[in-house]
């Protein structure tokens, strides 16, 4: 099995930054991707930004130019970069990753979840 654990998030006022970590670990052969989705309650968990192996990099576009993701394959880790933070940004970020486990088996996994919160 995968576990992906989130950190970096937390309170941060309107026009700031937050760098979210999220690290893979566990038995598996290879990731495919890692990516970063949010929440906001009463609403659907939206896709923020994808970094797939071997192609690159896909944001949404109300984060684009704001946001970056980047990993660090040595540790399994990839990491959202989050300038010029506004209250819409507001939500529960969630690290995905797409898996081959050992017997080849393609799993896709969530982690719990970090809260992000942008207000004055």
């Known amino acids: 099995q995968v576990q992906l654990v989130e950190s970096g998030g937390g309170l941060v006022q309107p026009g700031g930054s937050l760098r979210l970590s999220c690290a893979a670990s566990?038995?598996?052969?290879?990731?495919?991707?890692m990516g970063w989705y949010r929440q906001a309650p009463g609403e659907q968990r939206e896709l923020v930004a994808t970094?797939?192996?071997?192609?690159?990099?896909n944001y949404a576009d109300s984060v684009k130019g704001r946001f970056t993701i980047s990993g660090d394959n040595s540790k399994n880790t990839v990491y959202l970069q989050m300038n010029s933070l506004q209250p819409e940004d507001t939500a529960v970020y969630y690290c995905?990753?797409?898996?081959?486990?050992?017997?080849?088996?393609?799993?896709?996994?969530w982690g719990q979840g970090t809260q992000v919160t942008v207000s004055s």
């Open positions: 995905n990753a797409d898996v081959v486990l050992g017997g080849y088996a393609r799993v896709n996994y």
């Open positions: 970094e797939i192996s071997g192609v690159g990099t």
């Open positions: 566990g038995s598996f052969r290879r990731i495919n991707a």
